[in-house]
């Protein structure tokens, strides 16, 4: 069973520092996309990144989030500044695209802000 | 944006007995996906449905995906103490640069007494 690799698997931050998170997608997945559960509540979509560029996200991603795919292998989550409202598991999720239309998740990453 | 109600929010059960919830959009989705959340885990795709009216079973698990395109059931035969955890439903839009979010209900939490 392929697998989205993510670390790291849970981070402590004080409020202002930058966090960068970071996933390993399956090799041959074309679509990329980052995913946020605060604790308690459903998983919400942040962004989708096809092509080295983005191509959908949501009002939650702000000015303060930014996703690049810098050397062709690990896709990265920055926030820039980090609120306490940051705070929550953010999931790394990949998909085929051409052949494949299953979309598979990461184990996570929590980042708790303090 | 686009909102999926899932119900129930929580459901405690017997080991033995049957389970079912669903979810309903206010908008056509034409995928439908059910996953399972473990606890500090990421989501674990069970069912993938993705015509109108079709019927998917995985072993003790069946989901339907509706006529109208805004809703769909799971249901769980003969439940067994490991099918604890979140459920979620997601509905997945049409192709484009969106393809590949997913919007997910709020999610079924299972208990299961032995």
């Known amino acids: 069973e392929p697998e989205v690799t993510q670390t790291p698997s849970h981070q402590v931050t004080q409020m202002g520092q930058e966090v960068i998170l970071r996933c390993v997608p399956i090799?041959?997945?074309?679509?990329f996309y980052w995913y946020r559960q605060i604790l308690g509540q459903k998983v919400e979509f942040l962004v989708s990144f096809y092509n080295n560029e983005i191509s959908e996200k949501s009002e939650i991603f702000d000015d303060q989030f930014s996703v690049e795919r810098p050397d062709g292998s690990n896709f990265t989550l920055k926030i820039r500044s980090t609120k306490l409202e940051d705070s929550a598991m953010y999931f790394c999720?990949?998909?085929?695209?051409?052949?494949?239309?299953?979309?598979?998740f990461g184990e996570g990453s929590w980042l708790t802000v303090v | 944006g686009q909102q999926l109600n899932q119900s129930p929010q929580s459901m405690f059960i017997q080991e033995g007995e049957d389970v079912s919830m669903n979810c309903t959009s206010s908008s056509i989705f034409n995928t439908w996906l059910w996953y399972k959340q473990d606890p500090g885990e990421g989501p674990v795709l069970l069912i993938a449905?993705?015509?109108?009216?079709e019927l998917t079973s995985n072993g003790r698990l069946t989901a339907q995906f509706g006529i109208t395109r805004k809703d769909s059931f799971l249901n769980i035969s003969a439940s067994i103490p490991s099918d604890v955890g979140i459920y979620f439903c997601a509905g997945r839009d049409a192709g484009g640069t969106s393809y590949g979010k997913l919007t997910f209900g709020q999610g079924t939490i299972l208990t299961v007494h032995p």
């Open positions: 999720a990949t998909l085929q695209g051409y052949s494949g239309n299953t979309i598979y």
């Open positions: 449905l993705y015509k109108a009216g």
């Open positions: 090799s041959n997945h074309l679509y």
